[in-house]
């Protein structure tokens, strides 16, 4: 391979990390919005949003240039489209961190309803899958990808365990269904997020093992 298509491959995958930093910042500011009560953790989630979103085209326009200048084989030919896909991906979970940030500003507005501890374990949970998911991605490590995949009922199962709870606030008082909803659409954009980290995992594993493993034990 000739040297201007390693430097475009390359700005391929260094724009894609400098996406999924600042997606991992926005998950973790958004959920501090909300567990802090801090409007400016919001405001900075919201500000940076359009930057992941000028990234994800700036991702297709790049996958576009090289599959137009260079007749890649199938291997970078896969690659270009997993690249297309990771970066749509994360620009979907900057969007449900900027849903968990606009909720937090409603909940700032009214009286703490309960701590729900649960919140932070399943963005934590979710930070560390969406490092390992990219890691995966950069280090070419398939079986770091397929780990990753049944962590997300774990996921699944905490966002159960925090609209039970929910509900049973808003049944003891009408007044907590506001806040409980609020809440409850919050640990929903996490659980969210995670289905998108799933889905770069599965496309990492497609990429380096040739696997298409999207729909098992579906």
Do not use: C, W
């Not at 849903?99 to 729900?116: C, D, S």
């Amino acid at each position: 391979m000739s040297h201007p298509f390693e430097a475009q491959l390359a700005h391929i995958r260094e724009t894609l990390l400098l996406m999924s930093t600042l997606t991992d910042r926005n998950l973790s500011l958004a959920v501090r919005a909300v567990t802090e009560r801090d409007d400016q953790l919001a405001d900075q989630v919201e500000e940076t949003d359009s930057e992941i979103d000028r990234l994800e085209v700036m991702v297709d326009d790049l996958v576009v240039t090289y599959m137009s200048t260079h007749g890649p084989m199938a291997r970078d030919s896969r690659l270009m489209l997993i690249a297309s896909k990771i970066s749509g991906n994360l620009e979907r979970i900057a969007d449900q961190a900027t849903t968990i940030a606009r909720r937090a500003r409603k909940l700032n507005q009214e009286p703490r309803l309960v701590e729900v501890t649960e919140i932070p374990v399943m963005a934590e949970m979710a930070q560390r899958l969406l490092h390992e998911a990219i890691t995966s991605f950069v280090e070419a490590r398939y079986e770091l990808a397929q780990n990753i995949i049944p962590q997300d009922k774990e996921i699944d199962e905490l966002n159960r365990r925090i609209a039970a709870k929910l509900i049973a606030l808003m049944i003891e008082n009408p007044e907590n269904v506001t806040r409980s909803v609020h809440l409850m659409i919050i640990a929903k954009a996490i659980e969210r997020a995670a289905d998108h980290v799933q889905n770069i995992a599965e496309e990492v594993f497609y990429l380096y093992k040739g696997e298409d493993i999207r729909h098992e034990g579906a």
